[in-house]
């Protein structure tokens, strides 16, 4: 019988993570009560943020920290094209404009170098995205955002546990967007996080994510008694449920477990294949500790990555490519972007290929991963 195929990252769910879930299922509150207040301490505890707001995706979660940062029509972000759809399909649900800048090749993330030839007057936020759980290059992306009145917001959904000269991730920038999907560091089914030291933008992520209603009689712009609470701006139903942030809160005490347990994996990657002059390792910056949300290998001819990927696909592993550049889909082609214009980014999506890598992946089924790419590409070569 053929070996079940190994993805390339899921989840971990133990019993006292169902047993934390099913307590919530027999109490008083199924949507947002208890459980979402103390989620959001954990987290802001987990990370050094002072303040998390808990939502029901990273998608949504991207959604309210631009807004909260004051993204608005007319405005442009400044992003990296190698990322997921979401950091851009955010800004543009805001009605706001996305200026792709190339990345630096050895990790995959926004390249300082080139952002400030991207600014003008409409650009409102820097947002770097830490591509497989690598930190991008805050100190230097700070000091540009500040001499050009940029808002810097971070894509933090592969990076919650990495840190950058020892700041965790979650407080490197104005605010940071985590996600709880189920291949992320620790999950909720669906869900996400703003996390800010900023009490003012936590409290309009707080606002957007309930349909911009406020019951805070501090912050009311009429009061006319006891049941009275309003909109103040347009927002949405982004809640995350009780039942959701009990797993979050279960899971967050593993954190450190599960990417102590990514980064052996990695380095296990790292030493047995080293040797395989035809394919490339992540790159990592010395100043940096990654989370390993993936373990992107790069083949060194573009030409070997479909026929590795295959190869790789028939013995059983579920190798995947991160990413198509965001402005090669068809609907941010159709917005005017030309492919061509980010030709680090072309490279590294050309030659990349996402290896299993999750906490949960046993030193056998690594063993699996390893052996196959080390036959594949002997193989091939
Ligand atoms: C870089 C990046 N940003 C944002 C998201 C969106 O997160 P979610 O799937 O929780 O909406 C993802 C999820 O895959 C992601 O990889």
């Not at 307590?23 to 002072?50: I, K, S, Y």
Request: proline share 6%.
């Amino acid at each position: 019988m053929p070996e079940a195929t190994i993805p390339y990252g899921r989840q971990w769910l133990d019993d006292d993570d169902v047993a934390a879930v099913v307590e919530v299922l027999r109490g008083d509150f199924l949507t947002t009560g208890p459980a979402v207040p103390a989620f959001e301490a954990a987290l802001a505890a987990a990370t050094g943020a002072a303040f998390a707001v808990a939502v029901n995706s990273g998608t949504s979660a991207l959604h309210a920290m631009y807004f909260a940062a004051g993204l608005g029509p007319g405005d442009a972000i400044i992003t990296s094209p190698l990322t997921f759809a979401a950091t851009a399909n955010a800004a543009r649900y805001l009605g706001a404009d996305v200026r792709f800048v190339d990345v630096e090749p050895d990790t995959g993330n926004l390249d300082p170098a080139l952002v400030e030839a991207a600014i003008d007057e409409r650009c409102k936020l820097l947002v770097p995205v830490d591509f497989a759980g690598h930190p991008a290059e805050y100190d230097e992306l700070r000091a540009l955002a500040k001499r050009h009145g940029l808002g810097l917001v971070a894509d933090g959904a592969h990076s919650l546990g990495a840190s950058y000269r020892g700041r965790s991730v979650g407080t490197l920038a104005d605010a940071s967007e985590v996600s709880f999907h189920p291949v992320k560091p620790v999950t909720t089914a669906e869900g996400g996080a703003v996390l800010t030291n900023d009490a003012g933008l936590a409290r309009r992520a707080a606002q957007f994510r309930t349909h911009g209603i406020v019951k805070d009689r501090s912050l009311l712009e009429l009061d006319e008694g006891p049941w009275w609470h309003e909109q103040q701006h347009l927002g949405y139903n982004y809640r995350l449920t009780d039942v959701q942030a009990a797993l979050g809160t279960s899971q967050l005490a593993k954190l450190e477990r599960f990417i102590a347990r990514r980064r052996v994996i990695a380095r296990a990657y790292d030493e047995a294949l080293a040797d395989l002059a035809s394919i490339e390792l992540p790159g990592r910056r010395a100043h940096a500790e990654p989370g390993w949300h993936l373990y992107v290998i790069r083949t060194r001819d573009p030409e070997l990555r479909r026929p590795l990927f295959e190869s790789l696909q028939e013995r059983g592993l579920g190798v995947q490519v991160h990413y198509l550049p965001v402005p090669y889909h068809p609907y941010y082609r159709s917005l005017g972007y030309r492919r061509g214009e980010w030709p680090v980014a072309e490279d590294f999506y050309r030659r990349a290929i996402s290896l299993p890598i999750y906490p949960r992946l046993s030193d056998e089924a690594l063993g699996r991963c390893i052996d196959a790419v080390r036959s594949a590409v002997l193989e091939l070569t």
